[in-house]
């Protein structure tokens, strides 16, 4: 397992400490791209991410738009009209990429606990997506050193897609499918890979020990609570 190249650029800075983010407060609104870059603190030049459109520099609040540079595996916080560049099937296929803001319950979804192990996933989350530039499905899971990518043939997993056709009109490199795994069976949802890296943000900041502790899984049940309410609304 290694840190992947995908998310570096997002994960390499340990996140500010709880408090240190405006409205990082369960429930609040919170920037994913934000959080896991991080603060570098002390006297700023300009604007920390998530403070300005990364495009055309105007001010923006904590809730905005993203937009991914596909080959540079990053995504810019973006004002609502530079997001709207993008936000066309004719521009998504170019350099830029915007991140739909749609969010999805696979009620179909159908997955072997023997399709699970061959993931390779140490614990109960995971997100994957189709990466444009290697021609294949990634897996990767959240972990306290931040997102960790499988490095297991993934074959199973393109079972799993090709049996399912909302799996299968998936965006690549911008829309996610997340799993969880409960005693009760796998919880599946389709949704903005931004919203994966809100995950990963939240485990590096609040896992402890080997387990991660009460607080990170309030953290991750809350957020899920907040996905299942999008995936109605
Ligand atoms: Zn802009
Ligand atoms: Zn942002």
New binding site residues.
Partial sequence: MRPSSTLRALAREKPPPAGAVPGAGAGAAV????VLRGFTGGVRPQLA??EQCEMCAVP?GPV?P?VADVPDHR????CRPCYLLFDVEAASRGHYRAVPENYRYDVNFAMTPAQWESLGIPVDLAFLFHQTDQGRHVAFYPSPGGATESLLDLASWAEVVAADPLLVGLVPDVEAVLLRRLPSGFVCYLVPI?ACYELVGLVRQYWEGFAGGEEVWQQIDAFFAGVAEKCRG
């Fill in positions: 920037d994913p791209v934000a991410p998530g923006i905005h993203h995504l810019l916080c973006t931004d």
